[in-house]
């Protein structure tokens, strides 16, 4: 099992920052029904494609972030994957577990216990939707940290996340908390919005979906999101733009390349 990780991710986040002027996090969707044909003899084809990937797209990433359920789906040795993917992540790149989990008691604590004291994560994401108890079991952890859903980037969030009133509220649920230890989700797609929100959350680190496959305008993002150049606090996310640009035996030089393309773009 992973050790805890041995710096909190909000200094990782800054430090990474400043060491590569890079705001990308490659998102590690790693579907088994989308692999490249050269990895699906392997043991574990999973496993192997993030190595090649991240072999190839670490000089880039800001962090990664793998989505949980593309793990489960591949039961056992999705899994055994997943915490190989975030043991081989350099120790100096933030690695965030997509995972949307929001729920109360021993139920929530149970969560952190085996996203951050046993697999290792430095941060997750979290639906707030429960209340306060979903954070309290992060909150006692130091250096934990969780990106909360404050406006997601999939089409229906209007029929709840995108309110006015109830964005402004979770807004205002987040302010409460500390900037080492919690950010917002806020998906590209809502370009309209991405000014309010920074607006009502100063100095929080955003994580941004929605840009690349689901069609996020980038410039309106950097933009509208960023705090500032010096600073930006904000995460571009891309996930299949990057890892499967190419489904040929040179899917992970492709990948680097986009990485690169898309870093190299993403200046504030």
């Known amino acids: 099992m992973a050790p805890t990780p041995s710096a909190s991710f909000y200094p990782?986040?800054?430090?990474r920052w400043q060491s590569t002027k890079s705001l990308l996090c490659v998102g590690l969707d790693s579907d088994i029904a989308q692999l490249p044909d050269c990895v699906l003899a392997e043991?574990?084809?999973?496993w192997e494609f993030n190595r090649r990937i991240i072999d190839a797209t670490a000089d880039h990433a800001c962090a990664y972030k793998p989505n949980l359920?593309?793990?489960?789906?591949d039961g056992l040795r999705g899994l055994e994957a997943l915490q190989r993917t975030v043991e081989y992540i350099p120790e100096e790149i933030p690695v965030i577990l997509d995972c949307k989990v929001g729920d109360i008691g021993n139920t929530m604590e149970q969560y952190a216990v085996s996203y951050f004291d046993r697999m290792g994560f430095d941060a997750i994401t979290l639906n707030p939707l429960?209340?306060?108890d979903v954070l309290k079991p992060i909150l006692k952890r130091p250096g934990a940290f969780?990106?909360?859903l404050a406006l997601t980037s999939n089409p229906s969030a209007e029929e709840f996340f995108l309110s006015a009133k109830m964005a402004a509220k979770v807004s205002g649920w987040i302010n409460n908390y500390p900037?080492?230890?919690?950010?917002a989700v806020v998906g590209a797609t809502q370009g309209g919005d991405l000014k309010r929100m920074r607006e009502q959350l100063p100095?929080?680190?955003f994580l941004i979906p929605g840009v690349g496959a689901q069609g996020g305008d980038?410039?309106?993002v950097l933009k509208n999101a960023a705090d500032s150049a010096e600073m930006p606090n904000i995460l571009i996310n891309s996930s299949r733009g990057i890892i499967f640009r190419e489904k040929t035996p040179r899917f992970a030089q492709a990948a680097g390349l986009a990485a690169k393309e898309l870093k190299g773009l993403a200046i504030v």
């Open 12 to 15: 990782k986040y800054q430090t």
């Open 43 to 46: 043991a574990n084809p999973i």
């Open 146 to 148: 969780a990106f909360a």
């Open 203 to 205: 100095g929080r680190i």
């Open 69 to 73: 359920a593309f793990y489960l789906s």
């Open 218 to 220: 980038l410039d309106c």
């Open 179 to 183: 900037l080492e230890q919690l950010g």
């Open 130 to 132: 429960m209340g306060s």
